[in-house]
């Protein structure tokens, strides 16, 4: 495997372009073969090393010529990454790290006083940004440094470096308890046990002496419910988290709020909040929560706006949708995507173009619906790589039931017999055995289409399909139902929805 190949394609299209310019900033010479090196690894080809040498050298092989180009490469873009990393670092972190380095340029130029100035400043920094471990750092710089005729207070550096290391510590034993709960949580998963996230949690920040921190450390509590959040994901068990993680965020917020430095595990408990009441289906409440969302982003947390906005319109147009308002839910996303300026990523192109078909769909513009898919133009394996397997499957799905309602029913029993085929490994886990049950039912209606209104085919449902009780039903697996529903009570797929949506 070639490593800088690897570290190459992890950059976004976005990425690609800034680093042209970038490896571009020295224009010295008018051909860069690290440059050409660059856009042959962006190929999809897999290049062995003699082509490559081939491609860059053709007057002939250049092996220690060659080497000694990849290493250039590696630096320009391990130099790119930094300042990147650095210029969109929420944590302060970058900035704080950089004022230490100067701090030790300066003192190693015997520019004490401009140091010190720099010790103070990065003092301050990590102080409003709480980076306890980065202070703890400075401090430590602040005593090596306390003979200079420019330095603060030896004995009050040391009190204040005292201080700051038993929160540093604690912010240690969080990172080790932060570890242990996810492997736990991961271990139930693949078990497949009952989560238990909220007793697991407590037993082990107990363990650590951490059951007072939560409330009190918005870094901690946003860690907790990152680690407890991605279990529920994978196990769509969003009836338990919803009220855990509710009363966990009131806790915090009532007893010492989120100052400016918190603004950050703030906006992402929040839409964490209305994430799990829409998934629950309690979309006003869902719409509440964003509306503090959107509030925060326009005020205190203004710099975490760009890394919300499409976040927000997909969440609201979602809930917008349950709630008897599907012209207004279709204008955001297509209003989205028609924006000129700051084009989607791909996840969020995706995600905006799927979400969109879906509306379509449920308004009964079923042309209009396949259109928007078909616009993707890419291919599954692409999409794989950005969204994953679940996501496509029920892309697929999707596209099936959109042939068999534009009139090509044998389109869509060719698609059930590939989705079968492709996604097999898939289908056969419990996890999925709905959604195998439901390819099963798509055809027989699609072989028998006036079967839905039969007593023998809802007898297949019931025995082919699992629900959980009403209120505790995954809302995705529940829209695809509704349109199996929608043809056995001869109702539109759109009422049926909100019917079963609103039990």
Partial sequence: MDDLKTTVETLSPEDVREFTYFIQRQKKKKVRKDYELFKLLLQKKRWKPQELMAQLYPEGESTVAYYALRKRLMQHLTDFIMLKRTTEDPTASSTVMGLLSLARYLFDAQAERLAWNMLRKAEKTAEQNEQYELLNTVYNLQIEKAGSAY??????????????????????????????????????????????????????????GLQ?????????????????????LARKDFYTFEPYIIEQYLAAANANGFSRANQY???????????????????????????????????????????????????????????????????????????KSNPLAPREFLTARLGLSFLYFAQGSFQKSNNTLLFINKSDKWCEKVMGKEWVLKKKLGELILQYEIGNPDVALEQIKLVKKNYQHLLEQPFYSNASGFLQLLEHLFLQPDVASRKIFLQQVEDLLQFKPTEQEDLPSMSYYAWLKSKMVNKSYYEVLLELAGS
């Avoid at 139930?188 to 082990?204: H, K, M, N, P």
């Avoid at 409330?215 to 901690?220: A, T, V």
């Avoid at 760009?306 to 927000?312: E, I, L, N, P, S």
Wanted: contains cysteine; proline residues 1%.
């Fill in 212 to 232: 007072n921190a939560i409330s009190r450390r918005p870094s901690l509590l946003y860690k907790l419910m990152q680690i407890a959040r991605s279990a529920v």
């Fill in 265 to 339: 595990y703030k906006v992402h408990l929040l839409y964490m909040i209305a994430h799990v009441l829409y998934r629950n289906r309690k979309f006003q409440q869902s719409n509440h929560y964003l509306a503090q969302l959107q509030n925060a982003l326009q005020n205190e947390a203004k710099s975490y706006y760009g890394a919300f906005y499409t976040k927000c319109i997909f969440l609201k147009s979602a809930n917008d949708a349950f709630m008897r308002s599907l012209p207004e839910a279709i204008q955001a996303l297509e209003n989205l995507l028609q924006k």
């Fill in 151 to 208: 330095s603060d207070d030896l004995d009050l550096i040391i009190q204040k470096r005292n201080e700051n290391k038993a929160i540093a510590d604690e912010d240690e034993r969080a990172n080790i308890a932060s570890s242990i709960i996810q492997k736990r949580l991961e271990q139930a998963r693949v078990d497949g046990r009952y989560l238990q996230f909220e007793s697991t949690i407590q037993e082990v920040l107990s363990a650590y």
